[in-house]
């Protein structure tokens, strides 16, 4: 496992919701990684911990390696890849990520 491969692993397991995204939380810096966050919110994950990838380019391409999955953002939670943010949508729509979160139903 490279250097950066295990940076990101001790990044996943270091929180139970850690979301892969360009930008911050307050100050996301494309659609995708808002509407993630929009739904980490109506989920009542008010402060999930943050990577903003756009700070580190060996994060934003590693990331990609570590999940298999090509694009950001990229949600995880208790060190498990969940999906990006159109999978976080669906799951949302019918309850299943409040299941994984443990968070209640809205």
């Not at 490279?2 to 929180?15: A, E, G, H, M, P």
């Not at 109506?42 to 990331?63: F, M, Q, S, W, Y």
Request: with cysteine.
């Amino acid at each position: 496992m490279s250097d950066t491969q295990q940076r990101i692993d001790q990044i996943v397991k270091s929180s139970d919701v850690v979301l892969f995204m360009k930008g911050t939380a307050q100050f996301p810096q494309c659609g995708f990684s808002g509407r993630a966050i929009q739904v980490l919110k109506a989920c009542g994950v008010d402060k999930p911990a943050t990577v903003n990838v756009l700070e580190d380019p060996d994060i934003r391409n590693g990331i990609k390696e570590y999940s298999n999955w090509p694009t950001i953002p990229q949600l995880y939670v208790k060190g498990e890849f969940i999906g990006g943010s159109d999978i976080m949508m669906e799951m949302y729509e019918n309850g299943e990520l409040q299941q994984v979160l443990g968070t209640p139903a809205a």
